[in-house]
């Protein structure tokens, strides 16, 4: 789900779709419901606009059900964090259970956090009663940007 993103990380969830990353081998498929997805990608920072949308969406998805941030912006807002557009990082919103970090993160990062959200996916599957985590970070920059250590210290502050 797109709440607001330059398409940057949209364009690397296509790519890890492709060919050369074939996720599909994995048995990760793009749908076209959210009520017949398991896990729940979200790009961009969350304005305002976009907050009860992703709401409405995140409802649809049926549970046991993984939220996976893809990108910095939904984690930390990154370059736009002073904007007055903003509802801030996608967390104080919905459960967030895994972060894929860069700007945008690579398609091979994407493949391993999807995998990541599928295993907490399991284990909820085995648990009476879903206990929410700690989200886990997957990944790291590419080195040229200074989105995830900035932003996410000025977000704790």
Partial sequence: MNSGSCNGCDIEIIASLTPRYDAEQLGVRLEGSPRHADILCVTGPVTHNAVEAIKTVYGQVYGPKAVIAIGSCPATTNVFIDSRTLAGPLNLHIPVDVFVPG???????????????????????KQAAAVASEPEVVGECAGNCTCCESNAKEVQA
């Fill in 103 to 125: 700007c945008p993160p690579r398609p091979d990062a994407i493949i391993l956090g999807v995998a990541k959200a599928a295993a907490i996916l399991a284990a909820r599957g």
